[in-house]
Structures are given as C-alpha cells and as structure tokens.
C-alpha cells in the first residue's frame, strides 16, 4: 500500500506540474509525458511489465459472482494481480467502472486499464460500412461519422477503438472489404486520415474522443484468392507504392497505435515481421505509437509454420516489435522467463511498456481512470437524435447511382402504384451490416419504412424470397436460400399492378466482414431468379442493392433500366434510400471499388500496370493480354457514380511550374447542364509515362467534391506537387523523375479529358 501511494503521489505531482505546461508546445509536453511514464516505470517489476502487454477479452459477467475455475478464474487472479494491461469487449459504464476499479484499487501499482472495442461503423448510433463511407468521397462527412462513433464509445466507457482498417484491396471476394476504404491508396490515405481525426480529435484525453488503430500492417488486404487470414506474396513495388501509403497517411495523422496483420509477407508472419514493425514503423516512419496484435496472432505464428511453440513464438513476436498481445496469452506466461534466460533483453520490455503507458497518460486514465465511466453522460450522448442526423447525413452521401435509363428516377411523390418487393426492404437488422457488436438487433429503419413516409403514393409490399436462412450472428457462417420460391406469385402479382418496381435484392448483413470470403459474387440465392421473374411482367424496375461488397451483376446492368448501389448504411438505411429514390438527396457517390463482369477478372482494380502486350496487334490475334471469354473493363469502374443531373468538363488546362516552383495547376471547367442541383466529385488521375520503376495506367492524385445548382459554372483547379508526382522506388525511398506525364479530369477513373505536361 505504501509503494501504491508513493505512486499515486508521483503521478499527481507531475499532474499538477503539467498545467503549467503551454499546451501549443508539444514537444514540451510529450517531454514531459514521457517523465511521468519513466517514474512510473521505475516503479514496475518485471511481471508488472510485462502485464501491460498483456491484453484479455471480457471474460465474466462482472455484476455475478467472481469466477472461481478455467480461464475467467485464471485471467481474474491475473487481473488483482496487475497482470493485465488492457480488456477488450467490455462495454457500458458500469461494467467498465467495475473492472477499472479492480485494476485501479486492488492491484499494487493501481495502473489503470486501456479498453478497446471494434467500434468499425459506430457504437449504437451505426453509420454505414466503411467501404459506403468511402463511395461518399466526403472527407468531412467521413470524420463527423467517426466522431459519433467516438463520442458514443467514449460515452460507454470504452477509450480505444480497433479501426481504421485502412487495408487496400482489389479483391472483392474478401469479405473484409466492408471495411475498409477500397482498391485506391490516395483515397484510401485520405480516408485514414479523416477517421483518425474523427476519432482522436485535437485532444486524446478529452471525453468524447478516443484512441485510433490503424490495421492491419501490413498486406492483409492482398490475401491470396481473396480467402481471409491466407498467404500474402507481393513485391517491393506494390507494397511501398499501394499498401503503405494509407498506413504512413494515418501515423502522420498522429494515430495513437497499429494493429499488426493475421498474414505472412515475404514467408514471415506480419506479428512476428521485424521488417514491417521495427525496420520500417519503428524506424524508417519513428513511429511512438504501441503496436497491439489481432486476435490470438502471436499464437497463430505455430500453425503458420514459423514458431516452434509458444515459448518460441513470444520470442519472435517481442524481438520483431509486437508490443501488446491480444488474446494469445503467451507474453504473460513466457517473457518473464525469456528475459531472466537472457533470450529477450529487457530494454525490449521496457521500450514496449513505455509505449503503452504514454497512451495511457494521454487518455488521461492516470488523471481520472473513471473518466469515461459518467452514466449520465452515457444516456445523453448515446443513440441521440443529433447522432442519427449525422449518419442519415453521410449514407445519403454514400449512395452510388450505377445506372438511370429513361430518368426512370427520381420517382414521382404522388399519383403512382409502387411495388416494393425483396425480403431486404423490409429487413430492420441486415442493413447493420457487419462489425457493428454494439448495435440493438433490429435498430435500423428499413426501406419499407422509409418510402412509407411518402404516402401520396400507394405503395405496396412482397417478400418474394428470403435471402437466408435460420438464423443469422457474426460468428456464425451464413446459410443462402438456395430453393425456396414460395414467395414469387405474390411478388408478381403486385409487380403487375404497379407503375414502378423497388426491388432490394443484395447480400444479409453478416455475409461480408471476417472469414466471409466468397468465390461466387452473383446475387445470392433465388433472388437473381426473382429479378427475372418480375421483370418478364413489369420491367420498369428500380434494383437497389444491399452489399458489402462489389457484386457481379451482369444480367441487371443490361436490362435493368435504374440501379442504385445503397450498401449497408446503418441506423438511418430506409430513410436515406428513400430520399434518394424521390428525389429530395440528389445522389453524388462514387464507387471506392470496381464493379467486376466476372469473378474470373480479380483482383480487378484501375489502377493496373499497362504491360507489355497492353493492345490487340491485329484483329484476329491472340498474342496481347486479355481474356479469350471476358474484356478486361470492369462492368463498373472506380470512380463511377451517376447524378438526376448531368455534368459537363471543358476547357482542361496545364501550367507547368516546374522546376522552378515544383508544381504543375491543373485547370478544368465543370458545368451542371441537367435540370437540378448536384454534387460531382471532380477526380484527378495521373498517368508517369515512363520511369525507373513501371507505373500504373493511371492513379488517382486529386479528388474535389464541387456543388453546382443547375445551369451554373465553375474552375476547377488542381495543384500538383512533389507529393502526388513522385513515387517509392525498390528501395523504399521517394523519387521524383524527369519524364512525360499525362493528366485526366473527370468523373470516373475511365474519364478521357486529358492533357499532357513534362518535367524536365
């Protein structure tokens, strides 16, 4: 008791030194941060070290009876005995405030525990997926987003989430997608950066803001054939110019901690990769963050064939820079010994628990550890309607309009028969989505909700198929229906009374995210059927897709005149695809992914290398590359999003100021010649045309959402810098080359307004 209290002491003492600190100089203060962390080092053993690495998933019910056998009872005793750094899965005020208080009061040093959550989307209040999000092209949507997601997990008491996911994918057959930002790493990097900002604030330690993790480091994204937690092989080029970019976006955003990787690279776990987290964030990037490992990865190294045993596999994971360990409970059980047979040093330990305990003061938990335990605040900030507001905001931004022939949208307000038709538009639970842990079953409004709200239409409702079968939970695979047709005449029979058709057809919530791989992208189960069936007697059909992930849609994009890409958009689905199909959103998103004709194109992605061979030499020849039974064009591009307006690029224009003022402005007219008011993401692609390593065909390097009302005008501009002109070499290093370039202004990624510049 006399050691806790000389350090409660310590750490209150440097408490009150530190008001006195200017809070704009930052040097200062971290110098100071990382005194305070030393004196509480100073008072560790090396168990209690080791402790903080230590990190466990809630294992009881902390309002029942204190586990008395098995694992609870084993991870409780470490619990007293300071052995444990951080919790996970814990939730909700007053679960926290018990556990913190075990931590906080019965422990010799009275450390406060780190508790982490997967807050991907949302805690309550649930936004729509990641990859949604993305379509929006928002940044500032984006980070208002995060912000609610943020203030409702602070709000429970939880001060750490387990996201961005910031992983680049070109491979929709990865469920995991649905959470991320999609194939492009400039998009994706600015995404990063938005979501770290929405999470973290300008001030860690406020209440409403929490720690961020950038994961998965690094190449996860890139599992072969696209089946979660597989083998990474890509090289030097791909993974400096395409996976690292979103990584070094969010550590520059000041992202408190990395998530490593479940992948090998280069032959090596990611967990146990020196390369990846000493040489490259621990060195090369100086990053001070802690780096955590996914779930149980320290111990998966045995049956990936690189650690022997446990004992082995703490070893490798300590020595390559894994700073805490998630559920694998080999830290706590082997580095004590490791150190005390001079296997590890512990300047090793030592380095990782700094880490951990700088972040801990920066929450503020060494101030107050119940900080984040205030009931009331939980009640006021949680699922509020100025949250709701929020999200309804950014799923209307994130809904893509694929396709509109005949302008069968924006429907009329009154005067029509609609049939709705799809078990999903009455769905209130799938369009969740995936990885939203928090959320209330049920919670969401549903489409059939939402056009409800627009009764001067006469709207009618058919299941015509359930999607799934059973029931349907995050841990559990998903099981289509595949044969029950029952629901079809009745589907039919309102589709022929009606002016227009909604159909919902698309993926369950839980269909995309971990281990939900697929090798069939079609639309699951009977419902490519049902779209048959019901066209054959009313074809004016509007098909509005429920997904988490790019979908092969081939039949609809030919025959079905309207398509409206609308995701999993969380809490306020119904309402915003009902305001986009009537016309009071105008839709501006863009798809973050492209849309392949056939699962045998992926990994399908814009920004691909032109190859040797790029074009038909002759017609009749087969000596160029490409599919003999598939075109190489995706069916929708990156990029690709249509408006109720139409917009029209003029008049491109480069000023080269290069060299002498290191920048190349890039002019465009934009002109909204249609009959409303929209947005357009205004997309800038760069074209090196040769250089020391190849580049792609095209990559984005500038994005501006522009609104116009109808019939107005306005300048573009674009500044080119060393920052969007360079690119990695081999070596990891950044170069600016002298060369040819081209620029392409448009709308999509398959934009053809181009111009061409050099730098000399």
């Known amino acids: 008791m006399k050691l806790k209290l000389f350090l409660l002491i310590v750490v209150l003492t440097a408490c009150n030194q530190s008001s006195s600190i200017h809070t704009n100089d930052e040097n200062q203060a971290s110098s100071h941060i990382d005194r305070r962390v030393d004196s509480v080092l100073s008072l560790m053993t090396l168990s209690e070290k080791i402790g903080q690495m230590n990190q466990y998933n809630g294992f009881w019910d902390v309002t029942g009876p204190v586990p008395a056998e098995g694992d609870a009872a084993k991870k409780y005793d470490h619990l007293k005995k300071g052995l444990v750094g951080s919790m996970l899965n814990i939730k909700g005020v ?54 609610v ?8 008491g939880i001060n750490w989430t387990f996201a961005p996911m910031v992983d680049v994918s070109r491979d ?31 001030d860690l330690s406020a209440t409403n803001t929490i720690a961020a993790c950038a994961k998965h480091f690094a190449g996860y994204g890139f599992s072969e054939s696209g089946k979660d937690y597989n083998t990474v092989d890509v090289g030097t080029s791909t ?14 955003a000041g992202v408190a901690t990395f998530m490593n990787a479940f992948n090998e690279l280069n032959g090596v776990p990611a967990t146990g990769n020196k390369f990846l987290q000493r040489d490259v964030l621990k060195g090369d990037w100086d990053y001070n963050g802690f780096v955590v490992s996914d779930w149980g990865s320290i111990a998966e190294m045995i049956p990936h064939g690189y650690a022997e045993n446990g004992r082995d596999a703490a070893l490798k994971a300590i020595h390559a820079g894994s700073d805490m360990d998630m559920e694998s409970y080999l830290y706590v059980a082997e580095l004590e010994s490791l150190v005390e047979n001079k296997k590890v040093d512990v300047a090793l330990i030592d ?6 305990l700088k972040l801990k003061f920066e929450l503020g938990l060494f101030d107050d550890p119940y900080k984040y335990c205030d009931l009331e605040r939980e009640k006021s900030v949680v699922n509020s309607k100025e949250n709701h507001d929020i999200v309804l905001d950014v799923a209307r931004k994130s809904i893509v309009l694929l396709k509109n022939e005949g302008q069968l949208l924006p429907l009329k307000k009154e005067g029509q028969k609609i049939a709705l038709i799809g078990a999903l538009a009455a769905d209130k639970n799938s369009p969740l989505g995936s990885w939203r842990l928090a959320a209330e079953d049920n919670s969401a409004i549903s489409v059939l909700e939402g056009m409800q ?8 409702y058919a299941k015509g198929a359930d999607v799934t079968i059973g029931e349907t939970a995050f841990i559990s695979e998903v099981t289509i229906n595949t044969n029950d047709k029952s629901g079809f005449q009745e589907a039919l029979n309102i589709a022929k009374k009606a002016d227009k058709v909604v159909m919902v057809l698309g993926e369950n919530g839980f269909q995309t995210g971990e281990g939900r791989s697929l090798a069939n992208l079609d639309l699951p189960g009977v419902q490519q059927e049902l779209l048959e069936a019901v066209f054959k007697v009313n074809p004016n059909i509007v098909l509005v897709l429920n997904n988490g992930r790019p979908l092969t849609i081939n039949w609809a994009a030919e025959h079905i005149p309207a398509i409206v890409e609308a995701w999993h958009l969380g809490s306020e689905s119904g309402h915003a695809i009902a305001q986009v199909l009537y016309g009071d959103y105008n839709p501006s998103g863009k798809l973050p992914m492209s849309f392949p004709k056939s699962v045998g194109q992926i990994p399908l992605y814009y920004n691909h290398k032109n190859t040797g061979r790029p074009s038909i030499p002759e017609p009749g020849l087969v000596f160029w590359s490409h599919y003999g039974d598939e075109s190489n064009d995706p069916l929708y ?14 008049n491109l224009q480069i000023e080269n100021n290069y060299p002498s003022k290191k920048s190349i402005t890039v002019k465009v007219d934009l002109h909204n010649s249609g009959n409303y008011d929209g947005k357009e993401v205004v997309q800038l692609y760069l074209h090196d045309l040769f250089a020391s390593v190849t580049r792609p065909v095209k990559e984005l390097k500038g994005l501006e959402m522009v609104s116009l009302a109808k019939g107005e005008s306005k300048t573009v501009e674009f500044v080119l810098t060393d920052k969007e002109l360079g690119f990695f070499d081999n070596e990891g290093a950044w ?22 510049f050099e730098i000399k």
């Not at 591009?637 to 003029?650: E, I, R, V």
């Open 172 to 202: 929709a057959r990865w469920g995991r997608v649905m959470e991320g930002a999609g194939e492009d790493p400039y998009l994706g990097s600015k995404i990063a950066v938005a979501r770290v900002k929405g999470f973290q604030g300008e």
């Open 239 to 252: 993974l400096y110019n395409t996976i690292f970019p979103p990584f070094i976006a969010a550590k520059e």
């Open 637 to 650: 591009a990156f990029g690709h999003g249509l408006s109720y307006t139409h917009f029209d690029y003029s």
């Open 351 to 356: 380095d990782a628990v700094r880490r951990i």
């Open 453 to 460: 709200r627009y009764p001067a239409n006469e709207l009618m």
């Open 149 to 156: 997601a943020a203030a409702e997990t602070a709000a429970s």
């Open 94 to 147: 007053e679960e926290v405030r018990r556990v913190q208080k075990i931590a906080v009061e019965e422990t010799r040093l009275g450390i406060p525990l780190i508790i982490g959550f997967d807050c991907i989307h949302g805690y309550k209040t649930i936004s729509p997926i990641p990859l949604a999000e993305a379509a929006s092209w928002d940044m500032e949507a984006i980070r208002k987003s995060a912000e």
């Open 735 to 756: 170069v600016i080359e002298e060369g040819k370039f081209e620029v392409f202004v448009g709308g999509s990624s398959q934009t053809t307004n181009m111009a061409a």
